[in-house]
Nanobody, 118 residues
Framework: VQLQASGGGLVHPGGSLKLSCAAS????????SGWYRQTPGKQRELVAG???????KFADSVKGRFTISRDHAKNTVYQQMNSLKPEDTAVYYC?????????????WGQGTLVTVSS
């Protein structure tokens, strides 16, 4: 099973982006998932998480601006980012729990760069 993250890019302050993280493979299902971000010299931090029952949680810095959702049929997790600020600039990584072959795997996407700048 592999993850493919997409949707990053350059956006002006106040703009929006939608990140996607798609899992591909065979005979698997997705569990708890989340989006993390990292800037140079800092630890990776959790931005948003969603459980297998679709409960969500957000970092205080993004509450009210970001949402997380998933499409079980497409094995994809999304993060909608609105009212973006320069401090949201980071590499964003998706993290997904995957049930596969009687195992629970924690997988990471490759990272997608979000740059918020005028």
């Amino acid at each position: 099973v592999q993850l493919q993250a997409s949707g990053g890019g350059l956006v002006h302050p106040g703009g929006s982006l939608k990140l996607s993280c798609a899992a591909s493979g065979s005979d698997f299902s997705i569990g708890a998932s989340g989006w993390y971000r990292q800037t140079p010299g800092k630890q990776r931090e959790l931005v948003a998480g969603i459980t297998s029952s679709d409960s969500t949680k957000f970092a205080d810095s993004v509450k009210g601006r970001f949402t997380i959702s998933r499409d079980h049929a497409k094995n994809t997790v999304y993060q909608q980012m609105n009212s973006l600020k320069p401090e949201d600039t980071a590499v964003y990584y998706c993290n997904m729990g995957v049930y596969w072959s009687n195992k629970y795997l924690e997988l990471w996407g490759q990272g997608t760069l979000v740059t918020v700048s005028s």
